[in-house]
């Protein structure tokens, strides 16, 4: 779900981390000068996806009707107007 590392050229510590959402796969990345700063940065990132401030499939109560009414909108204008009238209210 993420991590920390020092960084090749010794000057900090990148922090990132990896999270799923409704519209696909996310990563977050920063650098920070010391370990406990990216100990604390990671630890700030996984509280936000527990709580719902990011965005995450395990955050979000969603029902299949909804998910579905996002899908569609997703892909209006990648397929034809067809696909689409008449679903979910898309015209």
Not at 43 to 69: C, F, M, Q
Request: glycine share 12%; charged share 35%; aromatic share 8%.
């Amino acid at each position: 779900m993420g991590g920390w590392s020092e960084r090749f050229d010794g000057r900090g510590y990148d922090v990132y981390i990896r999270y799923q959402t409704l519209e696909g796969r996310r990563d977050k990345r920063t650098t920070v000068k010391t370990e406990a700063e990216a100990k604390r940065r990671l630890n700030k990132w996984r509280h936000e996806i527990d709580e719902g401030i990011l965005p995450s499939v395990e955050a979000v109560t969603i029902t299949v009707g909804d998910y579905l009414d996002v899908w569609i909108r997703t892909i209006e204008g990648t397929v034809s107007r067809g696909t689409t009238r008449g679903r979910s209210g898309c015209t």
